[in-house]
């Protein structure tokens, strides 16, 4: 069976590198937001080219957090995308708000600019693009937007760390970018992890005080919080894995670039590189729309696969109160029927590819 991700074979690599870590974690005494989640915001803000970096539990939590710190709340609406799975609309309902979807780009299946003016209201807070896949949101225009209009901007990256728009990393526009380190993701733990990353020191003090009961290095609750810790361990981890990222993202895109070529000419849509997007290939998604039939070859070849993601958030029973229904995002709605991920992850057997072009063109 060849699975559809395996954190194994990288971390066969440098599982020396994660055992000290893990045993520096355990003899110091300190467990959690400790000197190692320190030490590795400082090397996430500096990789992704900001001021600062607050970590928390989940890539969930630094949106709503993100929120929380902007002041957004019950009577302000959120603009995003609702073929990113469930995490962004979530949060924005974690405080109170209320999400309006914007349609996507056929092309790239990203938050399509030139929807957003059509899609605000006069309660319109905050655009939340999400880098889907690992290919940057058109950001430039989604910027624009957001200063024409005075909104924030908090950047889902949690599916795209390393990627960049004209030279610049993704999670380094917005007022915050939010980032995951699930198991799962470009750079992910052994457990749960995430990180809000700003260019505002006002904001970085607040993200840092709501992580943890409203405190400031006391234990007086200067504002309500709550407890979205990072611990010690999976910082320790994710430093290890930091200085490892880019060389993982090299392959990444080495092993897309060989799918792309193998399956050129065949009846399916493949991702694209948008001009000045680094692609850092989260997932490798093609489209078609004889998406269950591919399905079952691969899965008779002994070939994982997912599909990310096979239900927009809008037809949801949970959020179909927003009555956004069926029929309201046409693009994301066929999008959710013809996506589908083929395995993609450091480390990948070779062959691997050649054996799933080949299960994809017998079907
Ligand atoms: C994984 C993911 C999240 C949430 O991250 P968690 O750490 O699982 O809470 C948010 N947005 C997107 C697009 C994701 O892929």
């Not at 981890?237 to 490892?244: P, Q």
């Not at 956004?324 to 691997?352: F, H, I, M, N």
Request: hydrophobic fraction near 45%; charge should be negative.
């Amino acid at each position: 069976m060849l699975p559809s991700f395996d954190y194994r074979p990288e971390y066969a690599r440098y599982r020396d590198e994660v055992a000290e870590a893990v045993q520096r974690v355990l003899d110091s005494g300190w467990l959690i937001l400790g000197p190692e989640v320190r030490a590795f915001e400082e090397e996430f803000a500096a990789f992704v080219g900001v001021s600062a970096a607050v970590g928390v539990n989940s890539g969930t939590d630094a949106l709503w957090l993100a929120f929380k710190a902007l002041g957004i709340g019950p009577g302000d609406d959120v603009l995003t995308v609702a073929n990113a799975g469930v995490p962004p609309v979530a949060a924005i309902r974690a405080v109170g708000a209320t999400p309006r979807f914007v349609d996507v780009d056929p092309r790239t299946l990203l938050m399509d600019p030139d929807r957003l003016e059509r899609a605000r209201t006069a309660t319109t807070r905050c655009v939340v693009p999400v880098h889907l896949y690992g290919h940057p949101a058109p950001i430039g225009p989604i910027r624009d937007f957001t200063r024409r209009h005075g909104l924030f901007l908090v950047e889902d990256c949690a599916q795209a760390h390393g990627a960049t728009w004209n030279g610049r990393p993704v999670g380094s526009f917005g007022d915050v970018g939010c980032f995951s380190f699930y198991p799962t993701k470009n750079l992910g733990a052994f457990g749960d992890g995430g990180m809000c990353v700003t260019g505002d020191a006002d904001l970085a003090q607040k993200l840092e005080m709501l992580r943890f009961y409203g405190f400031r290095g006391d234990r007086h609750a200067h504002c309500e919080g709550l407890n979205s810790r990072l611990d010690e361990l999976q910082a320790a981890i994710l430093r290890v894995k930091l200085r490892h990222l880019s060389a993982a993202t090299e392959e990444r895109r080495a092993i897309a670039a060989s799918y792309g070529s193998a399956l050129a000419g065949a009846d399916l849509v493949l991702p694209v590189e948008i001009e000045a997007c680094r692609h850092v290939y989260h997932l490798f998604v093609v489209q078609s729309d004889a998406r269950e039939r591919l399905a079952r070859a691969l899965e008779a070849a002994g070939i994982g696969f997912g599909l990310h993601y096979p239900e927009p958030v809008h037809t949801m029973e949970a959020y179909r109160f927003l009555a956004q229904g069926e029929g309201a995002l046409p693009v994301t709605e066929r999008a959710c029927r013809q996506v589908l991920s083929l395995p993609l992850y450091p480390g990948l057997e070779a062959g691997a590819v050649e054996r799933v072009v080949a299960a994809l063109k017998g079907a």
